[in-house]
């Protein structure tokens, strides 16, 4: 069960009908013995159409709060939680004080049993990460840009307490990044932008954790500083793939417990990506940098943020600006759908391949970083 619960992104629970929600809400703690223990709390509450919902926290791991929903029948709870591959069973006990079940991941499972708290018996939650002011400097105090290890795979862009990580990045890789672009909208430039790779470590002066907007922010101010770039910008047609709201509408769970927070965006293998937290222009900057070959841009209207989880068997055509080789198709009749077909019936969008204005950065001037 080694690394049972080290969740970074999205934690959902099937949702259906529900019987006495008044027996089940309210705050639920329990401790999974999992090689070293972990004190889990889940708040139960009331949502629409007779639905509950939960946040979940996990108070020994510095991971944000996580929403989800919880299929209630009798005196029977069945947790789904599709990022792990898990499911926790439970029955509520005739008093309504606690729940007797099983947490069950990867074939193997454990016994968790979650009693209600009460004002004295509740533990402390963990209070969520301070972001970074608003006004706090765009810069990082400290930055440290290194050849990539050739022999390590993958690619990674992450923020780890105060500072900010990419592993196996370009500086193709940087830029698409920093101005939310494709790398078919970048123009011009020499060889090494898309062959060099580096690691970049870097502090901002700001202190608290950066949204989005600051990190990219952060990484456009990294690129003048040490790659000495320069560019203008033109508006040229690109094929494009656009999401739109499929005919059904969105399947999609929404999370409002840290609007201001990262997206949790990670692949957990090629074709499945959990996501937590993120909007649909988050889930469009990751199809467009990591899967497709093309640009991607969020025509559905829908606002906010979402937790969701999407699995698909991906071609050839994708995963090449990761470097990965796809491997065949398998004649497994069981296999997860192409990746429209998933997008539809998963997450209740389209993905559709169509030709629209966009601008492209041409590149006037870049350096290999300046030495550390």
Excluded at 44 to 66: C, F, T, W, Y
Excluded at 136 to 150: D, G, L, Q, R, T
Excluded at 240 to 253: E, H
Aim: glycine share 10%; aromatic share 6%.
């Amino acid at each position: 069960m080694k690394g049972l619960m080290r969740w970074t992104l999205v934690l959902v629970m099937a949702c259906g009908a529900v019987t006495h929600a008044q027996n089940v809400a309210g705050t639920w703690q329990g401790t999974l013995r999992a090689g070293s223990d972990l004190r889990v709390v889940f708040v139960i509450s009331n949502a629409d159409k007779g639905e509950l919902r939960a946040v979940l926290h996990s108070i020994d791991q510095p991971v944000p709060p996580l929403t989800a929903t919880v299929t209630s029948k009798g005196s029977a709870l069945r947790m789904t939680i599709a990022v792990l591959g898990a499911t926790y069973e439970g029955n509520l006990s005739a008093d309504g004080s606690t729940i007797a079940g099983t947490f069950t991941q990867a074939g193997k499972s454990l016994p968790l049993s979650l009693a209600r708290a009460t004002a004295e018996t509740a533990w402390p939650l963990p209070a969520p990460p301070k972001p970074m002011a608003a006004d706090a400097p765009m810069s990082f105090e400290v930055a440290s840009i290194k050849p990539s290890n050739p022999d390590r795979p993958g690619r990674l862009f992450t923020v780890k307490g105060r500072q900010v990580i990419t592993i196996n990045t370009t500086a193709n890789d940087l830029i698409t990044f920093a101005y939310e672009l494709h790398a078919r909208q970048l123009v011009g430039g020499p060889s090494w932008m898309e062959s060099d790779k580096y690691d970049v470590t870097g502090q901002p002066e700001g202190q608290g954790l950066p949204d989005m907007k600051q990190l990219r922010a952060l990484m456009r101010q990294l690129l003048t500083d040490r790659f000495k770039l320069t560019f203008h910008r033109e508006n040229r047609e690109l094929p494009v793939y656009a999401i739109t709201v499929a005919g059904g509408g969105p399947k999609l769970t929404r999370n409002d417990t840290n609007p201001n927070g990262l997206p949790g965006l990670l692949f957990k293998g090629l074709g499945v990506l959990p996501g937590v937290n993120a909007t649909i222009g988050d889930l469009a900057g990751v199809m467009q940098g990591a899967v497709l070959d093309r640009p991607v841009v969020d025509r559905t209207g829908l606002q906010g943020r979402f937790d969701f989880t999407l699995t698909w068997t991906p071609d050839e055509s994708q995963f090449a600006s990761m470097g990965v080789r796809v491997p065949p198709p398998s004649n497994d009749p069981n296999a997860p759908p192409n990746l429209f077909t998933a997008f539809q019936e998963q997450l209740g969008l389209k993905l559709e391949a169509t030709r629209a204005p966009a601008e492209v950065l041409v590149i006037d001037r870049i350096e290999k970083p300046s030495e550390n």
